[in-house]
C-alpha cells in the first residue's frame, strides 16, 4: 500500500498569502496519477487536481500542483476567502487507493 | 450533469451488515468505474473498492473479506454491503465515479453518515 504523508498538518495564512502544500508518497508514483481534493465542512471532497497538474473542471487558476516520483505539491498562489479548507491529495496508481491524511488551511 | 446520492440507514448494530446504495442521475451508471469510500476521524479517508459496469470489481484489501459491491444497471444503482461491522465502521460514506480504473474520483455524492451501536 502507498503510504501519502502531507504537510505541514495546518496552514495558518492570511488571505492574499500564497500556500505551498506538500504531499510524499512512500513509494513512487506515477505523475498521471495523483490528484488533489478540497474539502469544506459538511461537503464532499471536490477535485481541484488530477494528473499532478491537470486543473479540474472549474478550478481557477490561481490554484497548480506539480511534482514527480514520491514528492507532489499543490500551490494556491493568491489565497481567497472561499479556499480554507482542508486539502488532500490522493494516488490511484496502484490498489488499493490511498489518501493523505489532509493539510487544513486556516485564517491567520 | 452526473450526480450522485447516497441511500441507506444511519444505525447499524455491532455484527449485522451494513447496506448503502448510491443512485446515479443525470447520466448511464454503464460507463465508468463506481467507488465506495469513507471518512473517519480515525482513519481519515479510506477506498473500499470499485465496480465497474461489467460487473468486475476491484477490492481494497484489507476491507475484501467483508465488502461486496454490486451494480444495477436496470436502476442506475450500485450498492456496498460491509459485514460484521464494529464501532469502527462508523464514519461518513461516500459514493464516486472514477472515468477510468486509474482516475481520480470527479463526482462524489453528498456522503452519508453511518453510525454503529447498540
Known amino acids: 500500500e502507498i503510504v501519502l504523508t502531507q504537510s505541514p498538518g495546518t496552514l495558518s495564512l492570511s488571505p492574499g498569502e500564497r500556500a505551498t502544500l506538500s504531499c510524499r508518497a512512500s513509494?513512487?508514483?506515477?505523475?498521471?496519477?495523483l490528484a488533489w481534493y478540497q474539502q469544506k465542512p459538511g461537503q464532499a471532497p471536490r477535485l481541484l487536481i488530477y494528473?499532478?497538474?491537470t486543473r479540474a473542471t472549474g478550478v481557477p487558476d490561481r490554484f497548480s500542483g506539480s511534482g514527480s516520483g514520491t514528492d507532489f505539491s499543490l500551490t494556491i498562489s493568491r489565497l481567497e476567502p472561499e479556499d480554507f479548507a482542508v486539502y488532500y491529495c490522493?494516488?490511484?496508481?496502484?490498489?488499493?487507493?490511498?489518501f493523505g491524511q489532509g493539510t487544513k488551511v486556516e485564517i491567520k | 450533469q452526473v450526480q450522485l446520492q447516497e441511500s441507506g440507514p444511519g444505525l447499524v448494530k455491532p455484527s449485522e451488515t451494513l447496506s448503502l446504495t448510491c443512485t446515479v442521475s443525470g447520466g448511464s451508471i454503464s460507463s465508468s468505474y463506481w467507488s465506495w469510500i469513507r471518512q473517519s476521524p480515525g482513519k481519515g479517508l479510506e477506498w473500499f473498492g470499485f465496480?465497474?459496469?461489467?460487473?468486475?470489481?476491484n477490492y481494497n484489501p484489507s476491507l475484501r473479506s467483508r465488502v461486496t459491491i454490486l451494480l444495477d444497471m436496470s436502476k442506475n444503482q450500485f450498492s456496498l454491503k460491509l459485514t460484521s461491522v464494529t464501532a469502527a465502521d462508523t464514519a461518513v460514506y461516500y459514493c464516486?465515479?472514477?472515468?477510468?480504473?486509474?482516475?481520480?474520483?470527479?463526482?462524489w455524492g453528498q456522503g452519508t453518515m453511518v453510525t454503529v451501536s447498540s
Open positions: 464516486a465515479r472514477g472515468l477510468s480504473a486509474f482516475s481520480a474520483f470527479d463526482i
Open positions: 490522493h494516488q490511484s496508481n496502484n490498489s488499493p487507493r490511498t
Open positions: 465496480i465497474y459496469y461489467s460487473g468486475n470489481t
Open positions: 513509494q513512487s508514483v506515477s505523475s498521471s496519477y
Open positions: 494528473g499532478t497538474s
